[in-house]
T-cell receptor, first 113, second 112 residues
């Protein structure tokens, strides 16, 4: 069964460093998303992406964040200058259509020291 | 602010019983409703979605939607210890956005 994959599974970084989280969505899906979940808290939407551009973003997704689809398969989230409060699980998701079921990847645990 | 509320639990049920998980939402125009299961340290896994009022059954799971009362519930029949997880309710809003808002989740414990 096709699935969303994410790398790395765990990323440790120093405050102020840049990180890039990678995702490979399900191949026939057209809509891609990034969410984060701080430990013990709810899943929060960051950004959605369709047709090579951002379609929606939340208040969390400020200028420190960017997304890119560098090729036909990868979808990346970049955090330019990480802060301690960026420590969380970051989930990539994809869906075939808008307002359709979203399938989540296994997540990347980001730890900012 | 669109809210999705769930009792955090834990909800404890014996093996073989019916587990009933509830979710209320504030956006009356919401169109789509999803239930995800999340094991500790893992990602959310979609188990049910429902768009229309009434019941939708899939195996041991039944989703129930009542738009007038703005709640959606998930019933798990013949609960198994492997069902022990946090269940997340997600609601897609009205007004042009299709991004679901997640509740905090209800922790379910099924004890043998």
């Amino acid at each position: 069964e096709p699935e969303v994959t994410q790398t790395p599974s765990h990323q440790v970084t120093q405050m102020g460093q840049e990180v890039i989280l990678r995702c490979v969505p399900i191949s026939n899906h057209l809509y891609f998303y990034w969410y984060r979940q701080i430990l013990g808290q709810k899943v929060e939407f960051l950004v959605s992406f369709y047709n090579n551009e951002i379609s929606e973003k939340s208040e969390i997704f400020d200028d420190q964040f960017s997304v890119e689809r560098p090729d036909g398969s990868n979808f990346t989230l970049k955090i330019r200058s990480t802060k301690l409060e960026d420590s969380a699980m970051y989930f990539c998701a994809s869906s075939e259509e808008l307002n359709n079921e979203q399938f989540f990847g296994p997540g990347t645990r980001l730890t900012v020291l | 602010q669109k809210e999705v509320e769930q009792n955090s639990g834990p909800l404890s049920v014996p093996e073989g019983a019916i587990a009933s998980l509830n979710c209320t939402y504030s956006d009356r125009g919401s169109q789509s409703f999803f239930w995800y299961r999340q094991y500790s340290g893992k990602s959310p896994e979609l188990i049910m979605f429902i768009y229309s009022n009434g019941d939708k059954e899939d195996g041991r799971f039944t989703a129930q939607l009542n738009k007038a009362s703005q709640y959606v519930s998930l019933l798990i029949r013949d609960s198994q210890p492997s069902d022990s997880a946090t269940y997340l309710c997600a609601v897609s809003p009205s007004g042009g956005s299709y991004i679901p808002t997640f509740g905090r989740g209800t922790s379910l414990i099924v004890h043998p």
